[in-house]
């Protein structure tokens, strides 16, 4: 199969916004999408667990179809439920509200974000990629469960875990 790509807006701005953190200096990157309604210390939360990779589960948007999927999977390619509790481990998260610590930047090839295309002919999103380059370079991507159920993905309405 021979697919065209051409880098979307989000994997710029992903990749440009790691890029002036890191020459800003900075410990941390949280990135935040413009869909989201978050708790106003969820980044508080998110760093005190100290993880390479922490962010919020989420489902994909989609109004009126509280069935969609989550924006997760475990190391067996699973969805998560979204009835876990508390500091729970994952493979790809989705980027929507998740905490980065710039150390690990070190040893992820760039760029950090990119889709990659499927034989199916969709693709496969800059945040599993990147969230798989995490993994491949021997660091962890985590979820926070209580964080997760502040967290909502916005459409024409609130989408709930």
């Given amino acids: 199969m021979n697919v065209s790509y051409q ?12 890029e002036s953190a890191l020459q800003a200096e900075a410990d941390y990157c949280l990135m935040i999408d413009s869909d989201m309604i978050f708790p106003t210390d969820g980044l508080i939360r998110l760093l005190e667990h100290k993880k390479p990779v922490v962010g919020a589960l989420y489902r994909k948007r989609n109004p009126g179809n509280e069935n969609q999927p989550v924006t997760a999977v475990d190391h067996n390619l699973e969805h998560f439920r979204g009835g ?78």
Avoid at 7 to 18: H, L, T
């Fill in 7 to 18: 880098a979307s807006r989000i994997e710029r701005c992903r990749n440009f916004i790691i």
């Fill in 84 to 161: 876990e509790q508390g500091l729970v481990q994952a493979y790809m998260i989705g980027m929507g509200f998740v905490l980065i610590d710039l150390s690990i930047m070190k040893d992820i090839p760039k760029p950090y974000f990119h889709a990659m295309p499927k034989s199916d002919g969709d693709f496969l999103g800059e945040d599993y990629i990147f969230c798989k380059k995490v993994n491949e370079a021997g660091h962890s991507v985590w979820l926070d469960m209580d964080v997760s159920r502040e967290v909502k993905h916005i459409g024409k309405r609130y989408i709930e875990l």
